[in-house]
């Protein structure tokens, strides 16, 4: 073995290091935080083929959300719902879940007298089986949230795994209404493995919405078995957002920071809906997601 050779070898490696890293701590402040992203509650990503436009964090309007209720519309009130979006605009986060079993459609409609329809991003979902019961439901919610065009229209909490077969009228009224541009995406809120597994090779969808976090908590399964099938949602071209991620508040008091740095980390979702039941809620989520920010 030729020790000079080698120990030439080893200084130029060193020198070539020392001169890089001199480099990058000669690099201004902003640059290397440019060179280098992170994670937040407000980043803007694109979701789905026709590539919505969302804050990575939404704000949730259902918990525990059923019969036109849900535990924001008890405690707040439509005009608190509608306070809690605009605040949320406020901070960053234009990605509004709402649905007609929640009772927050007057609440998207109040907010939007104060924020530019064009700024935001709203999901709704139907529970409509039929396609008569669709087209009624798209034009009532249109109505009701204040909007020409819904950003997202969801078929609300399908189990059976041939859920496509089942809402065939519903989805060619929602596929027809999407050519007019009165929806721009489609899709479903899943809530079991075996309509996941439909969900992944469905042409028709855009959007998966998908009960996600690092406890199994309120979930269609184990996350060991539901990580690697929304990853083949995510292979296979669709858009995926998370709900759940805080267990629906099982994981507030002692696992928080941990779900919300799955949330950002650890699943293939592309973004996240939060049941922020008040203001004060709100805040802290999103300051926690700030100071868990970590690279992309």
Sequence with gaps: MNTKNTMQ???????EQSVALGAAAALPLEAFAAATPIRRATDVIELG???????????????????QSSNQVRALGVSGVADLLTA???????FWDTADA????????????????EKVTILTKTDAWNADKTKEDIDRFRKELGTDYIDILLLHTREQPNWDELDKGAMDVMAEAKQKRILRSVGMSCHSVEAMQTA??????????ARINPAGERMDAEVETVLPLLKQVKANGKGIIGIKVLGEGTLVDDRLDEALRFALTKSPMHCFSIGCESLKELQDNVSRIEKLAVPA
């Design 200 to 209: 992944s090779k469905c042409p028709w969808l855009d959007v998966c919405m």
């Design 102 to 117: 929640y009772g927050t459609h007057e609440a998207v409609k109040a907010a939007l007298k104060k924020v530019p329809r």
């Design 9 to 15: 070898i080893n200084r130029r490696q060193f020198l």
């Design 49 to 67: 083929p026709a590539k919505i436009k969302m804050s990575r964090m939404g704000v949730g309007t259902g918990t525990y959300g059923a019969g």
């Design 88 to 94: 949320a605009f406020d901070k960053g986060i234009f």
